[in-house]
């Protein structure tokens, strides 16, 4: 089975963009640990921007364009080198790939995107994917790692995405407003309702929010596959996962 794991800013850093060392020391042990039972994992990660953020000393995310592409330059590397760090601790290899939305959009590129992947997951590598943040401009950028994960997973022929965040899944209306609102544990159809549930929520680090999530669900669910959010908060929310307990909201792609 191979499956695609997007982990967002929310669930990799604090407020200030600092690394959450449990919380990522706990993934990376979690993802090892699924990869030896035979699980092919490809990771999309975020928190570029905020760890360069964070490594800066800025108090706030910067709002201009060479500030947060200087932040993500500085960031990534903290990003890999932790992921290798962790990793290494458990034997697993990981591999830095970073893409703008121009290389999906051009059919050669996209081709050795492909390739690459299965090459490495061949090699038993993890790749572990990001925007290229440094250089993409917004004509050519993807924009939200939720969009690009989809994407990943369906140039990898994936059989399933999880979106890693900081809330449980779809909501029948804002959990942080109305007490009464509840889990939807499954949807097999993005119509206007469900888009109206989504609201515009972000946090302060991180880019996307529910609006990315539920285009990141349409992108799965054209392809025939399925599609789950869940809280990142404790990794081992993977495990129940693949032990097949309902966790988050499940999108369902397959049988499409
Ligand atoms: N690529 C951005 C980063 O690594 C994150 C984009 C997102 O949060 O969706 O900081």
Redesign the pocket.
């Known amino acids: 089975m191979r499956v695609v794991i997007k982990v967002?800013?929310s669930t990799l850093t604090h407020q200030n963009g600092n690394i959450n060392i449990r919380r990522i020391e706990n993934l990376c042990k979690v993802m090892s640990d699924l990869k030896n039972s035979g699980l092919e994992i490809i990771l999309v990660?975020?928190?570029?921007?905020?760890?360069g953020i964070g490594k800066l000393g800025l108090t706030k995310k910067p709002q201009d364009i060479p500030s947060k592409q200087a932040a993500?330059a500085i960031?990534?590397c903290e990003?890999m080198y932790t992921y290798d760090k962790l990793f290494q601790e458990h034997n697993h290899t990981v591999a830095q790939v970073l893409m703008t939305g121009a290389d999906f959009d051009n059919a050669e590129r996209y081709e050795n995107f492909k390739n690459t992947l299965d090459r490495l997951l061949e090699f038993n590598v993890l790749p572990i994917v990001?925007?290229n943040?440094t250089i993409a401009t917004s004509e050519i950028k993807v924009?939200?790692?939720?969009t690009?994960s989809a994407m990943t997973a369906v140039g990898a022929h994936a059989d399933l995405l999880i979106l890693l965040s900081d809330i449980d899944g779809l909501y029948t209306a804002d959990p942080h407003k109305q007490s009464d609102a509840t889990l939807i544990p499954s949807v097999d159809k993005i119509d206007e309702h469900i888009m109206e549930l989504a609201g515009t929520a972000g946090t302060k680090l991180?880019?996307?929010g529910m609006v990315?999530k539920l285009n990141a669900a349409q992108i799965c669910i054209d392809a025939g596959m399925d599609m789950i959010i869940a809280n990142g908060s404790n990794p081992t929310v993977l495990y129940d996962i693949f032990d097949g307990k309902s966790v988050g909201t499940r999108f369902i792609g397959k049988d499409n």
Request: charged share 15%; glycine share 24%.
């Open positions: 967002g800013t990660s975020s928190g570029a921007i905020a760890m993500a960031g990534q990003l990001n925007e943040d924009g939200d790692n939720d690009l991180g880019t996307g990315t």
